[in-house]
């Protein structure tokens, strides 16, 4: 089996999986405690794709856990391919998602000035959730690419 | 010389690269013709990124036609490394400023329903340039596709 860093069935792609759980998590209830997040589209599309982040990450980091202890090999093209797929989809979704609630918050904050003058807009969590939205994605990508990379040193 | 479909120096890279000018120059029209959309960062930096993407295209548009006219070979791998690096940065640019507009234009005419009171809003050229963004990101992506694949291939 090769070693590269944050592929599946490592010790430090175990680490990215659960980094990217703590990090959805916290996005996710960072959103979910503001204020109506729910009326605007933006918030509750990257709701929507944290909570989604959670699971795979969640589920890909109980497949290390069981490979570190069983000593199983998670290295197999075809095992390997599926993996890589949905991670990439999960990184493009994740990076729309941030994108769209970023340009939004900037929108209130910076554009209109909404924040100053209602002040039942949780601008605050908005901004916290869009940032660890934002780490998310990085954490997502490097596992990603990591996949990528071992998958094309098979061909 | 390979001949993939799209790639540096062939008639389809030559085909894509100029709907990519075509496509960018419409988008980037249409935003410059709705009133007062300088006011707003997403569509300020999509017009940015669309300005840049046209350039990038016309550049490489003419790198093409000057290489069909002359025979010469553009596939030499620092050559195509350069290209495809940029190539890829534009992607992601591309793709974020088309997420930020895209999600700004959704709040406008579902969320708030402005574009219903405030008739001086132009969402229709709004949503017209975000149409136009999308298919310029597609042609991007296609190019960036095909240059990586062929940089690949030399490996």
């Known amino acids: ?5 944050g592929s599946p069935g490592t010790w430090s792609g175990m680490v990215l999986r659960l980094s990217q759980c703590f ?5 996710s209830l960072a959103m979910c405690s503001a204020f109506g997040f729910s009326n605007y589209s933006a918030y509750f599309y990257m709701n929507l794709v944290l909570i989604l982040q959670l699971l795979w990450s969640l589920y890909l980091a109980c497949q290390d856990i069981f490979s570190l202890r069983n000593n199983r090999d998670l290295h197999a093209p075809d095992f390997l391919l599926f993996f890589v797929i ?5 990184a493009i979704l994740m990076f729309s998602a941030f994108c769209a609630s970023a340009s939004v918050t900037i929108f209130f904050m910076k554009d209109m000035n909404f924040c100053a003058e209602y002040r039942r807009l949780d601008c605050n969590q908005f901004t916290l959730s869009v ?3 934002f780490f998310t994605w990085l954490l997502q990508a490097a596992s990603s690419f990591s996949g990528f990379w071992l998958l094309v040193s098979f061909f």
Chains 1, 2 share one sequence.
Request: hydrophobic share 70%.
């Open 1 to 5: 089996m090769k070693r590269i860093v």
């Open 86 to 90: 949905i991670d990439w989809v999960m």
């Open 23 to 27: 990090f959805a998590a916290a996005s």
């Open 131 to 133: 940032t660890l939205a």
